[in-house]
């Protein structure tokens, strides 16, 4: 856990955001929460790592999800170093995915 960001507001707003139950309200809250451009930041992001986790090349994701290659390298040393949050979501919604096709 990254202690810099470890506060009450945040313990508040992580808890928020688990009493979401579906992708509309996901919509909903997030648009309420951040600007457009944000959420398109932290949703790119999100697309470059599992871009990354596939394996793809980094000139693949430039073209697929017009991130900057210093983006891409940010996304990178967060899959490799970080506190593997990209890791668990990636998992998990590969998880989901193969649950549904039983």
Do not use: H, W
């Not at 507001?9 to 928020?16: E, I, W």
């Not at 430039?62 to 990178?76: E, P, Y």
């Not at 967060?78 to 593997?84: E, P, Q, T, V």
């Amino acid at each position: 856990m990254n202690t810099k960001i470890k506060n009450e507001n945040t313990d508040a707003l992580f808890n928020a955001i688990l009493t979401l139950r579906t992708v509309e309200e996901c919509y909903a809250f997030f648009d309420d929460l951040c600007t457009v451009p944000e959420l398109k930041a932290m949703s790119q992001r999100y697309a470059v790592a599992r871009m990354l986790d596939a394996g793809e090349i980094y000139t693949k994701i430039v073209d697929q999800t017009g991130a900057s290659t210093a983006t891409i390298s940010r996304v990178n040393r967060a899959l490799n170093y970080g506190s593997d949050g990209y890791a668990l979501t990636i998992e998990r919604m590969k998880d989901e995915k193969k649950n549904e096709g039983e």
